[in-house]
């Protein structure tokens, strides 16, 4: 495997600021997979007893392997629910079927980004694209689940973290795990809905989604710790029995701002990692072509800062830790 990003995206992300990224993993031969038992790339299995139904979803993005591979090892080992029902999701196969260790990035999505379709005007409109399909093929996987743990990395530096929407019960769960330690609350993106924003998952009080970002994309920590999330949740859940967490419950922050990039001038002043905290309120962050961006308040955690950022596209959020 070549463990080299192409020069284009390691002189992007150098010059952003951010540690050269190197490529550790290997996509995972998903060719068992891909006829599903329910849809393509999904397979579903009902213990035959009462209990949640827990959808696992990899590779919404083409190029987050990790959740994949940790997907396709549970498969492998025939891991099957004692309560309840458990189904694996293989979001996007299209656009995976296209990663390339060579340009690893290039294969996010084949038209659109499949994780901001998830709104009725998207879902029940007249668009088209091959997202689109899939999303609309994905809904009733969705309209069954009771709690959605959708597993994703990140291109930027950052420490893990959980993403719940306005759910509080998607946060007490996320929270209860300890692993990893921070929950931020949000309410997506401009640019589209989230699936753990989808319907049901965002309003029902009995669902609850949860985003996953693991870390760093194609490293092994990160597939470690989503292995260990994944289990952790089967087992929360009362799916599959196994021990609780020892680890004290994670720390809890709201977002209070959402910064969207106007214009394709937006700069950071300095290459901020994802999980800083700024300790004072109107501490200049970034420049979006003259408009100044600053802390709302004191003690503001920077989530996933974007170090370049395409205009319409979400640059950071802004939280507030809470008493969860």
């Given amino acids: 495997m070549n463990t080299s990003l192409p020069p284009d995206l390691t002189a992007l992300m150098v010059g952003a600021g951010a540690p050269e ?5 290997a996509a995972p031969d998903l060719r ?10 999904v397979w579903s299995f009902d213990s035959g007893l009462s209990g949640p139904h827990l959808v696992l979803s990899a590779l919404v993005h083409g190029n987050e392997i990790a959740g994949a591979i940790v997907l396709d090892k549970l498969l492998r080992q025939e891991v099957r ?9 293989f979001a996007n196969l299209d656009a995976f079927s296209r990663f390339d260790p060579d340009d690893p990035t290039a294969s996010r999505f084949l038209e659109e980004d499949l994780n901001r379709l998830w709104s009725p005007e998207s879902l029940d409109g ?6 689109l399909r899939r999303a609309r093929l994905l809904r009733p996987v969705l309209d069954a689940a009771d709690i959605l743990l959708d597993l ?4 930027w530096p950052s420490d893990p973290l959980f993403l719940v929407g306005g759910h509080q019960g998607a946060a007490r769960l996320a929270l209860s795990l300890g692993r990893p330690p921070l929950v931020v609350a949000d309410s997506g993106h401009e640019a589209g809905r989230r699936m753990i924003d989808y319907g049901p998952l965002a309003t029902d009080p009995a669902r609850r989604g949860l985003l996953l970002e693991a870390g760093w994309h194609w490293q092994r920590d990160t597939v470690r710790l989503t292995e260990q ?3 952790r949740v089967l087992a929360a859940v009362g799916v599959i029995p196994g021990e609780a967490s020892a680890d004290p419950p994670g720390r809890f922050a709201r977002v209070t701002r959402t910064v969207t990039a106007r214009t394709s001038e937006f700069t950071f ?10 300790p004072a309120r109107n501490t200049l962050i970034a420049l979006d072509g003259e408009e ?3 802390t709302p308040h004191d003690d503001c955690l920077l989530v996933m800062p974007s170090l370049v950022t395409l205009p319409g596209h979400t640059a950071v959020r802004m939280a507030r830790f809470e008493e969860g």
């Fill in 229 to 231: 999330v994944v289990r």
């Fill in 81 to 89: 629910p004692e309560r309840g029902r458990l189904t694996f999701v």
């Fill in 32 to 41: 068992p997979w891909l006829g599903g038992n329910v849809l393509p790339g």
């Fill in 292 to 294: 100044e961006i600053r």
């Fill in 126 to 131: 007249p668009r088209r694209s091959a997202e």
């Fill in 152 to 155: 994703h990395s990140m291109l």
């Fill in 21 to 25: 990224p190197r490529l550790r993993l």
């Fill in 269 to 278: 002043l300095r290459p901020w990692r994802g999980g800083e905290i700024v």
